[in-house]
């Protein structure tokens, strides 16, 4: 067999593989199972921030990866803030759930109420654009410096201070109108 046909063989190898929906499958996964602790850690932490109980927050955090899992491909490049965000809107569906269950119940002391300032926040971000959001969740629910936001969203530092400047703003007239009655200053 000359070079160029065995070239030729592992070429076609390569492209039957790469085609192979299941070696595809395999790599996307991978990848998933590479950050899947941290995403777990951010799912959990915002589940129990705004819930309060372990394991209504372990719940949302199994709920939010299994939902991370059947969306990798469309969120793998910003997966932790998308995680953040779905994880704190499952909270916020299983307090709502349980308040109305609980409504009609004795009240149970022993567990905390999720924050309403909280809650109140997590709507406000829904309010700011998806690059403000990204970068406020990334700052203060994933805890990174925005050198690390920088890098992960492709963006200059500086890009990154704006936006982080501009949504702070946006949040404090959201937090402020809701906290008015609905009415802006």
Do not use: C
Not at 21 to 35: G, K, N, R, W, Y
Not at 37 to 46: F, T, W
Not at 77 to 85: L, P
């Amino acid at each position: 067999m000359s070079v160029t046909s065995a070239e030729s063989a592992v070429d076609h190898t390569d492209r039957a593989e790469m085609a192979d929906p299941v070696a595809v499958s395999t790599v996307i996964d991978l990848s998933f199972e590479e950050q899947f602790d941290e995403l777990y850690a951010r799912a959990y932490g915002v589940g129990y921030q705004l819930l309060g109980r372990r394991s209504e927050s372990e719940d949302v955090a199994q709920e939010t990866l299994a939902r991370a899992f059947v969306h990798w491909r469309k969120v793998r490049g910003y997966s932790e803030a998308w995680v953040v965000r779905v994880a704190g809107n499952l909270a916020i569906d299983t307090w709502r759930k349980t308040s109305r269950i609980s409504s009609n119940a004795t009240p149970d002391t022993t567990t905390p109420e999720p924050n309403s300032l909280r809650i109140d926040l997590h709507r406000a971000l829904t309010t700011l654009s998806k690059r403000q959001r990204e970068v406020v969740v990334l700052r203060f629910y994933a805890d990174l410096s925005v050198d690390q936001i920088a890098e992960r969203v492709g963006a200059p530092a500086g890009t990154v201070k704006s936006r982080l400047h501009y949504a702070l703003q946006e949040l404090n007239s959201a937090l402020a109108a809701g906290r008015d009655g609905g009415t802006r200053r």
